[in-house]
């Protein structure tokens, strides 16, 4: 797929497909053609009833008037309801609709009018994300007759007033990384949960350090070594098991840095439930449970093409979540690698088990300055705040508001939740320092942010619990059915601020 930038748009110029975006009541903003093609265009619109509404759009034929057959123009909705996330939702219309009629090569108009908000910054970068995005399919296990099928776009034009074209080349090239960055994470998501083992995850990171050239290095730990640290909350999760747990951890160091950043994906790559076992419908989807791991695996193959100025640690506790005769058993109590006891009485809140050694590791031996943690961790998440969005909890207002930012530039949706230490009480065990899940029926979202703050030692620290928004069960604007990549933009935009 090719991404070029044009100055002025150019009746010659040939397209399968001509996009123009409109905002709501502003039909005049878009009509910048031939006089003739501004009435028709008009007309059209008067005709079809449309006015530019979030959603709505509007497809005419060009009838020669210009080189592209065709013209769809996209509703865009009220111009201050407007941010990154309706943008690339805009843009995925027009990719739609390029390909379901066959077309493999568009001109997208991007006129001044979109330039005049908060975000000119991100136009051109999260449009060449979105076109990544609406594109991607995963048809590897599909017949060939089936693969066929499936038709690449070659190439987007962006077309931009001749004053705006400078400095916007690296846009383009920022919005393919980050694009291709979150196609990886969910190639990783999508795989079955028979080939995405923790060995599986480990040597995905052995080979982002080989292509790195040395700028990446990564270290494996085996079970013994994992035994040595002391992290028996983790290997209590990896013990029912036949495959062997790998505890990954990932370091981009530039030559010079300010700040050292930790990201920690919570790496179950499949959750059964263990003995307190799912039931066959929640169990289906499990193999979604490294879509944390998976996240900060893919920051960590593109960081290298980003160069921020900043040193990243990647941390990834993997294992599976099994039943069987050595698993663990709910009433065990297990030490985390801090020296602090949990009661395990449900062996399906797992992750917080993994997580527990993994923040512990993350604040002993490395010492980062800032841990951010991305875990599909709670059923409780996603009744409270649905598909699209993740949850978000901090134990710093600063650093609340900088994932806030990152998140709300890259289109990904996240909502500041409490960490509420009155509830607290819900997770106080009788018999060890606490225990793994909430002795309350509600709230479940808060108390295992707050099992994970017992575990964080004080470093400024954000959690996204993406249990909701890791894995589509229906298909959206920007992902079909399956895993999202949801996290790789916010993250990749948060690490090149530094
Ligand atoms: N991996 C699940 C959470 C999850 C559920 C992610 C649905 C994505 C979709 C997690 O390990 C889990 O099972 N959590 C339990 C915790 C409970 C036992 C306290 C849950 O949410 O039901
Ligand atoms: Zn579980
Ligand atoms: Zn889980």
Redesign the pocket.
């Known amino acids: 797929m090719k991404f070029t930038l044009k100055p002025n748009y150019s009746l010659a110029s040939e397209n399968d497909l001509l996009a123009v975006f409109c905002f709501e009541g502003k039909l005049e903003q878009i009509l910048d053609f031939s006089s003739e093609l501004n009435r028709f265009i008009s007309e059209a619109a008067a005709k079809e009833s449309f006015t530019g509404k979030d959603g709505e759009k509007l497809q005419i034929s060009t009838k020669g008037m210009i080189s592209s057959y065709k013209m769809l123009i996209v509703g865009l909705g009220k111009n201050e309801d407007f941010d990154i996330y309706k943008w690339q939702k805009s843009v995925s219309t027009a990719v739609r609709s390029l390909i379901s009629s066959k077309g493999v090569k568009a001109g997208f108009i991007l006129g001044d009018h979109l330039f005049t908000n908060n975000y000119s910054q991100n136009i051109i970068e999260s449009s060449v994300e979105a076109v990544i995005l609406s594109s991607y399919s995963f048809i590897k296990y599909k017949s060939e007759e089936e693969r066929k099928k499936v038709r690449k776009i070659e190439e987007i034009e962006f077309f931009l007033k001749a004053g705006k074209i400078n400095n916007q080349g690296e846009a383009l090239s920022i919005g393919e990384i980050k694009g291709l960055a979150t196609c990886f994470a969910r190639d990783l998501v999508n795989e079955p949960p028979g080939i995405t083992t923790p060995l599986y995850l480990a040597n995905v990171a052995r080979d982002i350090a080989k292509e790195s050239g040395g700028v990446i290095d990564v270290q494996i730990l085996d079970r013994d070594e994992v035994k040595k640290l002391g992290m028996d909350s983790y290997l209590g999760v990896a013990r029912g098991s036949e495959e062997p747990p790998k505890f990954i951890i990932l370091t981009y160091q530039p030559y010079r840095f300010k700040k050292n950043i930790a990201v920690i994906g919570k790496g ?1 790559t499949f ?1 059964s ?1 263990g003995l ?1 076992i799912k039931s066959a419908d929640y169990m289906e ?2 193999k ?2 490294m879509a944390g791991a998976a996240t900060v695996l893919s920051v960590f193959k593109y960081l290298n093409l980003l160069k921020p100025k900043v040193k990243v640690t990647g941390i990834i506790a993997a294992c599976e979540n099994m039943p069987s005769g050595k698993a663990l058993k709910p009433g065990d109590i297990l030490k985390s690698m801090n020296g602090k006891t949990i009661e395990v009485l ?1 062996t ?4 917080r088990l993994t997580l527990a050694d993994a923040f512990s590791y993350t604040v002993a031996k490395i010492k980062p300055d800032y841990m951010i943690d991305l875990a ?5 998440c ?1 009744v409270a705040l649905g598909h699209d969005i993740a949850g978000m909890w901090g134990n710093d207002d600063k650093l609340n508001s900088s994932l806030m930012k990152a998140a709300s530039e890259s289109g990904e949706k996240v909502w500041l939740m409490p960490l509420e230490k009155e509830y607290k009480e819900m997770i106080k065990s009788q018999i060890a320092d606490i225990k793994n ?1 909430s002795s309350g029926r509600y709230g ?1 979202a808060i108390t295992a942010s707050l099992f994970l703050s017992e575990f964080t030692g004080g470093i400024p620290w954000v959690h996204l619990d993406i ?1 909701g928004p890791a ?1 589509k069960e229906k298909s959206d604007a920007l992902s079909p059915w399956g895993g999202s990549g949801f996290g790789v933009r916010l993250l990749l935009t948060y690490l090149s601020q530094f």
């Open positions: 179950i959750d439930g307190s989807t499990m979604l449970d449900n399906d809140a797992e992750g599909t961790l709670t059923g409780a996603m899940v479940g249990a894995f």
